[in-house]
């Protein structure tokens, strides 16, 4: 078994940052690649990033791409999202995912193990 834990929510202003991280311990050899997935009161699991463990390739939502950066530091285990130029709609529950193949890394379902989630508040 895996398990994440995410880091570095909170409420920031538009147009400010944040970096959230994710911690991974367990059977972390297991891991593949890592991702992030936001989700709003009433709407689906929505893709934010991911990252291959092994070469770092890297997948955006359009909606974030430019402004969103996802990283690993194998070493640590851990994945990070730095989040620029927030917008009040980026507004969420962001949860911290891994998966053990090489699946479709913008699915859900996918990923194997979830984070508990980390509140992101933007205001305007």
């Known amino acids: 078994q895996v398990q994440l834990v995410e880091s570095g929510g909170g409420l920031v202003q538009a147009g400010g940052s944040l970096r959230l991280s994710c911690a991974a311990s367990g059977r972390t050899f297991s891991i593949y690649a890592g991702g992030w997935f936001r989700q709003v009161p009433g709407q689906e699991r929505e893709f934010v990033a991911a990252?291959?463990?092994?070469?770092?390739?890297?997948y955006y939502a359009d909606s974030v791409k430019g402004r969103f950066t996802i990283s690993r530091d194998k070493a640590k285990n851990t994945v990070y999202l730095q989040m620029n130029s927030l917008k009040p709609e980026d507004t969420a529950v962001y949860y911290c995912?891994?998966?053990?193949?090489?699946?479709?890394?913008?699915?859900?379902?996918?990923?194997?193990?979830w984070g508990q989630g980390t509140q992101v508040t933007v205001s305007s």
């Open positions: 995912a891994a998966r053990r193949w090489d699946g479709d890394p913008y699915r859900s379902e996918s990923y194997n193990y």
């Open positions: 990252i291959s463990w092994s070469g770092g390739s890297t």
